[in-house]
C-alpha cells in the first residue's frame, strides 16, 4: 500500500502545480533503466537453475500473459475513439509484469520462484511483444514507429535487467543495503513516472478520468479472472494459479507510461499512469477476497 499512498500524494501534487512537476521529465527513462538495473540484481541465482531445469511452467505462464493481456487491452481500446488512446491502451496490455507482482506473491503465499522467474522472462521478451501486437492492434489512423519503441525498451529493460542477473551471479552474496533500498528505489521511480504523466495530463485526466478509470479496471479484472481460468484449466496447484493471476494482471505499466510520453505524446501515457495504481490497489484490496474464496481452493 506505501507504493499507492505515495501515487496518490504525488499526483494531488501534479495536479496543483503541474509545472514544477514536469521540470524532472527528462530523468524519467535513466531513471527507469536504474530501476530495472536493480530488478535484474534481485533475481536469485538458484531461480535461474530452477528455470533451466524446468521451465514449462513459466513459459507457459508468460504465454498467457502475453496473450491474455493484449487481446483484453485491444477490447477495451475499442470502447474510446481517441486513437492515441487506444493505443495507450494497448501499450499496457503489451507490458510485462512489475516488480510489485513479486511482493504481492509473497504476502499471498504465492510461489515467488514463479513469480520473479515470469516477472523477469516477460521483461526480457517485451521488445518482441511490442514488435508483433502493437502493429497488429493499435489503431490505423497513427503511424506508430515501432522500431524505435523496441529500442528504448531494450537499453531501458533488458540491457539492465541482464547486467544486473550478471552482477548477482559475480555477487557471493547480495548485500542488506541493496535488498532494502531497491524496493524503495523501484517505488521511486515509478512515483516519479506517475507525477510527470499526471502533471502533463491535468485537463485531459479530468475529463476522462472516470471512462478511462472504469476501463483500466474492466482491464484488470479481466487479467486477473482469465488467468485464473487458465489455470483452472492447467489444474495448477492454488499457489501456481495465484502466482499466475497476479503476474498477469499486474503489469508493468510505469514501463508503459514511460514509452507512451517517449512515443505516443502525454495523452498517449494516460491509460499506463491510471494502470500503474490501479493494479497496486486492486491486488492489494481484491485478491485477498479472491484466493480465500471457494473459487480459488475448489480444485486442490
Known amino acids: 500500500m506505501f507504493i499507492f499512498l505515495s501515487i496518490l500524494i504525488g499526483s494531488s501534487i501534479a495536479l496543483v502545480v503541474p509545472d514544477i512537476v514536469l521540470k524532472v521529465k527528462p530523468a524519467l527513462q535513466p531513471s527507469f533503466a536504474v530501476t530495472m ?10 531461480h535461474v537453475r530452477v528455470f533451466l531445469k524446468s521451465p514449462t511452467r513459466p513459459l507457459i505462464g508468460v504465454l498467457a500473459q502475453y496473450t491474455i493481456m493484449p487481446l483484453a487491452a485491444f477490447a477495451v481500446s475499442l470502447f474510446f475513439t481517441d486513437p492515441l488512446l487506444r493505443t495507450g491502451i494497448v501499450l499496457v496490455g503489451c507490458m510485462p509484469g512489475a516488480m510489485a507482482s513479486n511482493v504481492m ?101 479530468l475529463e476522462l478520468s472516470a471512462s478511462l478509470a472504469v476501463a483500466m479496471l474492466a482491464l484488470n479484472v479481466a487479467g486477473y479472472a482469465l488467468a485464473f481460468t487458465v489455470g483452472l484449466l492447467l489444474r495448477w496447484p492454488v499457489r501456481q494459479r495465484r502466482t499466475l493471476m497476479i503476474e498477469v494482471g499486474m503489469q508493468n505499466a510505469g514501463l508503459g507510461s514511460v514509452l507512451a510520453l517517449t512515443h505516443l505524446g502525454e495523452a498517449g501515457a494516460v491509460p499506463s499512469a491510471f494502470y500503474t495504481a490501479l493494479c497496486v490497489l486492486t491486488a492489494s484490496a481484491m485478491l485477498p477476497v479472491l484466493t480465500k474464496s471457494s473459487l480459488v481452493t475448489r480444485h486442490r
Not at 540484481?41 to 538458484?46: A, H, R
Not at 507525477?195 to 485531459?204: D, M, Y
Open 37 to 46: 538495473l536493480f530488478v535484474g540484481v534481485l533475481v536469485p541465482p538458484e
Open 105 to 205: 506473491t509473497m504476502l499471498l503465499k504465492g510461489d515467488v520462484i514463479l513469480s520473479v522467474t515470469m516477472t523477469s522472462l516477460a521483461t526480457l521478451l517485451c521488445p518482441l511483444v511490442i514488435a508483433f501486437w502493437l502493429p497488429l492492434l493499435t489503431d490505423t489512423r497513427i503511424a506508430i514507429q515501432v522500431g524505435p519503441m523496441i529500442w528504448n525498451a531494450v537499453w531501458m529493460v533488458v540491457l539492465p535487467v541482464c547486467c544486473g542477473i550478471v552482477l548477482r551471479f559475480r555477487l557471493r552474496a547480495t548485500p542488506p543495503w541493496l535488498e532494502r533500498s531497491a524496493p524503495v528505489i523501484a517505488s521511486a521511480a515509478i512515483t516519479l513516472i506517475i507525477l510527470v504523466v499526471v502533471a502533463a495530463n491535468r485537463s485531459r485526466l
